[in-house]
């Protein structure tokens, strides 16, 4: 059976786009083809109003193993360009993933590991079995990190300890990166889609206008001036004001009413 990328609406969570991981038999590996279908996915979520959130799972009760390592080494026979050429593809699945204006949730049961690890992390927020287990383990195999797995965590984590989860690539379960802030959720295992889809579901009720802002304006933190974030917080402030969202935001506080954003 092939590796597919599975999208789907699921019923009572009409808003959410749901992205599966599926390539049975192999955990959930990566595969080019999913990288391009998740390219697309991810256009489709921009260009489709109705799509408030996102949510990536995998098939069968595991997340993702990461890198197929049949299909690595089958590579090496080739021009090292085949390779590079996957991985930008991947890279820019994760930016396509990465600039969207909606929220991309993770729900991670059993493991994510490699790219798979580096695909939960992109996402802006993570739901996890406690029984779940995240490890970066190139280096145990020789190789280094892909999908922007060394640049998360090095956000993420203290440098000591992004150093011995990327080198000694030891699995660090769920429940840890909980205490450290990475995964935002635990849920009993088997659960972490129904939180994920909940959690989706809370926030495609909230301002799109506001959240896309919030979004970037958190992108940008990282790399801006105080002087410079603060001119764009006034910036989006003020369009946030004069958009329909923000209309509709305080004249239902001020009614004592839930607010409807189209």
């Not at 994510?112 to 580096?118: C, D, E, Q, W």
Request: net charge negative.
């Amino acid at each position: 059976m092939s590796a597919e990328l599975l999208a789907s609406r699921p019923v009572g969570s009409e808003s959410t786009l749901v992205l599966t991981l599926s390539n049975p038999g192999a955990r959930n590996a990566l595969h080019p083809d999913m990288y391009a279908a998740g390219i697309e996915a991810f256009d489709t979520v921009e260009r489709d109003p109705s799509i408030r959130a996102v949510v990536i799972t995998g098939a069968d009760n595991f997340f993702c193993a990461g890198g197929n390592l049949n299909r690595l080494l089958e590579n090496r026979a080739k021009e090292p360009s085949v390779q590079a050429d996957s991985i930008d593809m991947l890279g820019e699945w994760i930016s396509a993933l990465r600039l969207s204006s909606k929220p991309v949730i993770a729900a991670v049961e059993g493991a994510a590991a490699g790219a798979g690890f580096s695909l939960a992390l992109a996402c802006d927020l993570i739901v996890a079995a406690d029984t779940a287990k995240f490890a970066m383990s190139y280096a145990r195999v020789g190789l280094t990190p892909d999908g922007g797995g060394s640049w998360f965590l090095a956000q993420a984590l203290p440098r000591q300890l992004a150093t011995e989860v990327l080198i000694e690539g030891k699995p660090i379960g769920a429940a840890r990166l909980h205490e450290l802030g990475v995964v935002n959720r635990l849920a009993k295992a088997g659960a972490a889609l129904d939180g994920a889809l909940a959690w989706a579901d809370e926030l495609g009720a909230i301002s799109p206008n506001s959240v896309a802002r919030i979004k970037g304006l958190i992108a940008a933190a990282g790399t801006q001036p105080l002087a410079d974030h603060l001119v764009a917080e006034r910036d989006n402030f003020v369009a946030s004001l004069h958009h329909r969202d923000g209309l509709e935001g305080i004249s239902a506080f001020l009614e004592k009413r839930a607010p409807i954003y189209k």
